[in-house]
């Protein structure tokens, strides 16, 4: 209602009909695209396969995010407005309404044209390849048999709705030729339950990785019944860490990996609450400890638990502008590499994307992280 009233009510559309029909009508069409967000949301839990519905479910996500760009321009707009306003009162001045009416109208086509172009570029940006982000991390004590071990971290990739199999199977390529000792699948793997997305997660099995090829849970799988993706990801020759971990041995040197259910997940499943302490419980003696816990907020029982290095995604860097520039305020790391005492964590900004096909300003990524001695 309010982006409505906000776009369509200044303009005087012109038009051989009357300007108060066009504006009518114009409220009435975006009125409609926008009621395809919450109809897709609904609707994409049942009719995940349907041909027909493929068409709304497209339309309904890049309308998602175009909306939310012009609702953020109107907002920003509106708020230079009222200062402007609140300015001309306290100087006792008299308001020029046609120069506002001018100014409204004119921010009013930049906020669509901007919106559109944001659009059309993060679309281009969510639909092409992740970029390969190579990271350093430098570990105290490293042993020199790990100098240089490299781990290739895959995660949100979200096969579903408009994230299919040859999506998937480009990005296991993409990891495999990197060829590292060790893969990590950070969580929010899927979008949907096994038996409509069984086709699409099969490429997960041709990830390969001398050291194994290991899988925590992200929120997202427990929307889509996480037991069930725990065992088809077992399945495919994964290894899940739900509070668990394992041992790599490399000439001498120990390198303990271990991961945690996602930080939220007691809220669907109480037998999952995430708990990084557990996933180290029992461990043998080791030169290095790595945690997978989908969501940044890990860290701090991480870092208790006595961890060197956590790999986490979620976050999506925000996933397109303007929203990266915030994220940093509803996690404690929003993407890349960061510190928290002892331990370190690296936050991948998604390897796919959720909701609207849009990446503007946010490239997914492929990581592949080295451990080097400090």
């Known amino acids: 209602w309010y982006v409505s009233r906000r776009i369509f009510r200044p303009w005087a559309l012109p038009g051989p009909t009357p300007s108060d029909r066009r504006q009518r009508l114009a409220r009435v069409a975006f009125w409609l695209a926008w009621a395809l967000v919450p109809l897709t949301m609904l609707l994409g839990r049942s009719l995940t396969r349907a041909p027909w519905f493929a068409p709304i479910r497209w339309a309904g996500f890049v309308h998602m995010g175009l909306f939310f760009l012009v609702f953020c321009g109107v907002f920003v707009r509106d708020l230079g407005f009222a200062g402007a306003k609140l300015a001309t009162r306290l100087s006792r001045g008299d308001p020029d309404l046609g120069r506002r009416a001018f100014l409204t109208r004119t921010t009013n086509a930049g906020i669509l044209g901007g919106a559109g172009v944001l659009t059309a570029w993060g679309f281009v940006e969510a639909r092409a390849l992740p970029t390969v982000v190579e990271v350093d991390v430098p570990i105290t004590g490293l042993p020199p048999a790990l100098d240089g071990y490299r781990i290739a971290q895959l995660s949100d990739i979200h096969v ?64 889509w019944d996480a037991e069930a993706w725990v065992a088809e990801v077992e399945r495919l020759g994964l290894t899940a860490l739900c509070n668990a971990h394992r041992l790599v041995e490399r000439e001498g040197a120990k390198l303990l990996v271990a991961g945690c259910t996602d930080y939220r997940a007691d809220r669907l499943l109480p037998a999952h609450a995430s708990d990084p302490a557990k996933a180290k419980e029992g461990a043998p003696a080791h030169d290095v400890s790595l945690l997978l816990a989908h969501q940044p907020r890990s860290l ?75």
């Open 160 to 223: 579903g709705p408009t994230i299919r199999g040859a999506y998937l199977a480009a990005c296991v390529r993409m990891a495999n030729e990197l060829e590292p000792d060790l893969i990590a699948v950070t969580g929010d793997l899927v979008d949907g339950y096994v038996d409509d997305l069984r086709d699409d997660v099969a490429p997960l099995g041709e990830l390969a990785a001398p050291d194994g090829v290991y899988f925590c849970t992200g929120n997202h799988e427990y929307y």
């Open 300 to 374: 701090e029982a991480a870092a208790a638990a006595g961890f060197d290095l956590q790999l986490s995604g979620h976050t999506h860097g925000g996933q397109f502008f303007p929203v990266n520039l915030f994220i940093g305020l509803a996690q404690p790391v929003g993407a890349g590499l960061a510190k928290r005492g002892d331990l370190w964590g690296y936050v991948n900004r998604g390897t796919g994307y959720w909701g609207p096909p849009q990446r503007a300003g946010v490239p997914s990524e492929i990581t592949l992280l080295r451990l080097v001695r400090a």
